[in-house]
């Protein structure tokens, strides 16, 4: 039953999880998501699932295969280098069509970096740092009831295209509490024997099969490699074209258009409304789907109306090549950036706008 | 009249030729492992997971449901697999450099939360797929391509020993070091994957049987010449027997 409450981030995501038809959970200790480990530590298991404490995070994206392979619903989460080192799981579950919701709490800075909110894994989640030819959706939520509904439909999508869906949160999402509606509890599969019905593709023994199930990675023959490849590609276009998702505020007769994502968008939320107030025709696109990047939003700005697009980001410009496909160069785009843990105020994203406005004159 | 003899294959085995040289071990290690869980009429509740490393290809020889897994990662693999079906037997099969060298951490772990799984683990104390590099486990003086004059202590220690380092470990409730190299020593080994599987069926804990296995191809030796070195040089640096095993059958 959807029930509203007042709940930490990072237990509202395992909460949200459990509901969307987690059954199992794999994590290992890092800052700033560790609340998501201990809360399904102890509530996991009395829903009927089941919790792991993996030894690193390679046990855990490859632990989380095994469960993907065998057909259990599999939730995963960790921060910025943790979701480094899963990088050669997370192309190994793509090239074998293993299905996995994975939730990356964002730090910032390169390196170990710093434990404080950042958003400089948009290459890293949305290009992927592992080998060869393949695509995870990434949907970005700004607040706690976008991010409880994503991770709740996260586990069909999953399934659906028999491929991980990345949610990328930063860490001051994590760590902030807020009102959320939860929604009701779904069972996606009944129990252990049901897998074979909900999932005929995974491994539950041969019994009672026509032909054996087997996962594979690895393909020996170039000829047969290059024609999979090209069935995984056929599937990636799909999901580039059903997984789009943004939202537009106030971008019809905006002069400035930001583009935000994550608490960034939170906060340019507050700016148009001071922006405005002032007399500036300030608007936002708020890409949800980082991956695919949502393009519709971007070809709907004109030029006449528009005259610069802002990327605002807790990072040094790393979604512009995405908004400047999109807007096919058709206007300029300017970054603002606060990195290393910084998450700017209001006022100086203003002042920042007015000295932009005076410049372009 | 009484069947002294069996074959599994086109049972337990496909119908298939094999990818491995002439003389290599995985040809009889994967018929003592199909063999075993044939005789216990659990092909059909069985999940494998093949490594990196020549034995990538088990499952097509393997008549089980099967996945692969990235190099050294096949422990925390079977761990996800035991988990959503703790009833079926789940086994890992691994060679040296995958489960000595890159996959240490995933083995040990495995075998410290005690996962209801069972490893074959073959040592052939050498890189096979790759060509014949050194591994953790290449012997003292043994060449290989990148210890051309022979492995030395001074730079790369002495090879490690697996089933000693896992017997340590509470957790594992089940070790044996096998070898494949002469008759006598084929039989004891399908003895070992039959007590393994028994104690992974009774839930006990981690089960991990280590075949010395023979490698022609990169040792630069004959077949036969193979298993002998096997005799020679292999067992005397790893003794074979029952590291570890439940208290109630010592």
Redesign the interface.
Known sequence: MAERVLMKGNEAFAEAAIRGGCR?Y?GYPITPQSEIPEFMSHELPKRGG?F?Q???E??TI???????????N?FISSASPGIALMQ??FS?LCS?EVPLVAMNVSRSGAGIGGIQPGQCDYNQVTRGGGNGDYHIPVFAPSTMQDAVDIIYESFEIADRYRNPVMILADGMMGQMMEPVVLPEPKTLYKD?AD?ANYKPWA??????KAN???????H?HPAELEQYIDYLYEKYMRMEKELQRAESYHTDDAEIVFVAYGSMARIVREVLEVLRKDGIKAGMIRPISLWPFPTAPFEALNPEVTKVVISAEMSKGQMIPDIRLALKDRIPVKLFSRTGGIIPSTEEIVAFVKTLRKELK | MKAIYQSTVGEGLTLTDTSYCPGCGHGIIHKLVMESIAELGKLGETIGVSPIGCSVVAHEYMNVEMCEAAHGRAPAVATGIKRVHPNHIVFSYQGDGDLASIGMTEIVHAAMRGEKFTTFFVNNAIYGMTGGQMAPTTLLGQKSTTSIDGRKKEISGMPIRVSELLATIDGAVYVERVAVNTPANVRKAKQAIKRALDVQQRKLGFSFVEFLSSCPTNWGLTPVNALKWVGEHMIPYYPLGIFKQPEEEK
């Not at chain 1, 490859?62 to 259990?72: D, F, T, V």
């Not at chain 1, 054996?212 to 690895?218: A, T």
């Open positions: 199992f794999v089941t792991i993996a030894e690193s390679l046990g490859n632990m989380s295969y095994g469960i993907g392979c065998a057909g259990g599999v050669e799981g190994f074998a252990e897998i491994l539950t023994g041969s019994k009672g054996r199930n087997r996962i594979k990675s690895y020996a």
